[in-house]
C-alpha cells in the first residue's frame, strides 16, 4: 500500500484545504484539529461529530499515529523519565521529561542522530540519520502527556537530539500547533528552541510568528575553542552569529539565554570571564552554566574521549566571577545522569 502521509504534518489552512477539496465544509478541518490536539484520539473513528463516510475518507487517505512508545526510564534521584519512542519506520528516538516542582519540562528531539558533530554531545557520535517530521515531533509532544496524566507539561524546549533549525519547516509546524490556541497547547514563553548557531535561520525564526525563547549553545566566547569543539563554527563564526542574536533578542523583545557547558581548560579560563563579559555587553543574554556530563565511555576516541568537565568548586566560582561582573547567571542542574538522559547523553544504540 503506498504510504500515507500523517495528518498531523498539516497546518489547519492547508487542512481546510484538503476538506474543501474532499467536497467538505471547512469547519471539518477544526473539529478535526480539536480531536487530535484536544482529546488527542488515536483512530479517526473516535471521531464523534464527523460523518462515517468522511471519516472512512481520512482513513484512507492519513494516518495518524507516527510514534510508538516503548520504553520508560526513570532517575532514582530526580524522577527525571526519559521516554524510547520508535517511528513507523522502526527509528529509535529519546524524548526526556524534567520535573521541577509544579513545572514539568519536556526536552524534545527533532532529528534521528545529528549531523553537527559536537565533540561534547553523544548524539553526535551517533551520526545523523534523518529529520523527523512535524508529526513525529508534535506526536512526542502528545504520547509523553499522555503518560505523564495527570499531571501536565508545561514547558517545551527544543534540547534532545538533533539541531532544530537544521529542520526549520518541521519545527516550524510544530510550533503552530505548540502555541495554537484551539489545541491544548503551550504559550510561546514556556517554549525555548536551542541552536547550536545557524544565522539566516535565526533570522527567519525572528520573523516569524512564534516569538518563542532562544538558546544558543555557545560554550566559548572565542572562534578558535569553537571551532575546535564545535564543527559548524568554522562555517558560521561568532562574528556571523552576533547580529542574528542582537536581531532576535530585538525582535522578539527576549533575552538570549547562552548554554555553556563546562569543559575543563577550553572554557573555565579567566580570559573566558573576559570574553563572556564582552559579549553579553553586546547581545541581551542570559548565561546557563551546564555542568559537562562525560561521554568518553562511549566515544571512540579523539577529543571527544579528552574532554572532561569543571570540578564543581570552580564551577561555581566562574558563575559568582560573572556574577560579580554583572551578567545574569543560572547554574542548570544535572538531571537524569544515572539514566543518561541528562544534557548531551541522548544517543541511541542501534
Ligand atoms: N542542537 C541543539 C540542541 C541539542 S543540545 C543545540 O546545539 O543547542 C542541547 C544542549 O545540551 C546544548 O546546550 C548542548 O550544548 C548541551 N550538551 C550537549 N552535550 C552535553 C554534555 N555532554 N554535557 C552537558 N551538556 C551537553
Known amino acids: 500500500m503506498e504510504k500515507r502521509l500523517n495528518i498531523k504534518n498539516l497546518s489547519i489552512e492547508e487542512l481546510q484545504d484538503w476538506v474543501e477539496s474532499a467536497g467538505e465544509k471547512k469547519f471539518r478541518a477544526s473539529q478535526i484539529f480539536d ?3 484536544d482529546k488527542q484520539i488515536e483512530n ?3 471521531m464523534k461529530n464527523i460523518p462515517k463516510s468522511f471519516y472512512s475518507l481520512l482513513e484512507n487517505e ?8 516503548l520504553t520508560t526510564q526513570i532517575s532514582d534521584n530526580t524522577d527525571t523519565k526519559k ?11 529519546e524524548a526526556v521529561i524534567i520535573p521541577d516542582g509544579e513545572k514539568n519540562t519536556l526536552c524534545i528531539s527533532t532529528q534521528v542522530g545529528c549531523p553537527l558533530d559536537c565533540k561534547f554531545c553523544a548524539t553526535g557520535l551517533m551520526g545523523y540519520t534523518r529529520n523527523l517530521t512535524a508529526a513525529e515531533i508534535i506526536d512526542q509532544y502528545i504520547l509523553t502527556s499522555k503518560l505523564l496524566a495527570p499531571a501536565k507539561i508545561t514547558n517545551i524546549v527544543f534540547m534532545g537530539m538533533g539541531e532544530p533549525l537544521l529542520n526549520f519547516d518541521a519545527v516550524m509546524r510544530s510550533l503552530s500547533i505548540f502555541t495554537n490556541k484551539k489545541t491544548k497547547g503551550i504559550s510561546r514563553t514556556k517554549i525555548t528552541v536551542s541552536t547550536a548557531g545557524l544565522p539566516e535561520k535565526i533570522n527567519a525564526l525572528a520573523v516569524s510568528d512564534y516569538r518563542v525563547k532562544l538558546a544558543l549553545s555557545l560554550h566559548s566566547p572565542f572562534d578558535k575553542i569553537r571551532n575546535e569543539i564545535m564543527p559548524i563554527n568554522k562555517k558560521h563564526s561568532l562574528k556571523d552569529l552576533k547580529p542574528a542574536l542582537i536581531n532576535y533578542a530585538k525582535k522578539t523583545k527576549t533575552r538570549i539565554t547562552f548554554e555553556y557547558t563546562m569543559l575543563k581548560g577550553y572554557n573555565d579560563r579567566e580570559e573566558d570571564i573576559e570574553g563572556l563579559v564582552k559579549l553579553s555587553k553586546q547581545i541581551p543574554s542570559k548565561i546557563n552554566i551546564i555542568p559537562f556530563n562525560s561521554i568518553a565511555h562511549m566515544s571512540p576516541g579523539g577529543l571527544s574521549a579528552e574532554l572532561e568537565p569543571t570540578v564543581y568548586d570552580k ?11 554583572g551578567l ?15 544534557c548531551g547523553q541522548l544517543a541511541v544504540k542501534h
Not at 315 to 325: C, I, K, N, T, V
Not at 328 to 342: L, Y
Open 35 to 37: 480531536w487530535l490536539y
Open 62 to 69: 492519513f494516518e495518524i499515529q507516527s510514534l510508538s512508545h
Open 328 to 342: 545574569t547567571v543560572m547554574i542548570r542542574q544535572t538531571q537524569g545522569d544515572d539514566i543518561a538522559a541528562a
Open 315 to 325: 564551577l561555581f566560582a566562574f558563575a559568582e566571577e560573572l556574577r560579580f561582573r
Open 83 to 93: 521516554y524510547l519512542l520508535q517511528t513507523n519506520d522502526k527509528k529509535l528516538i
Open 44 to 46: 479517526f473513528n473516535e
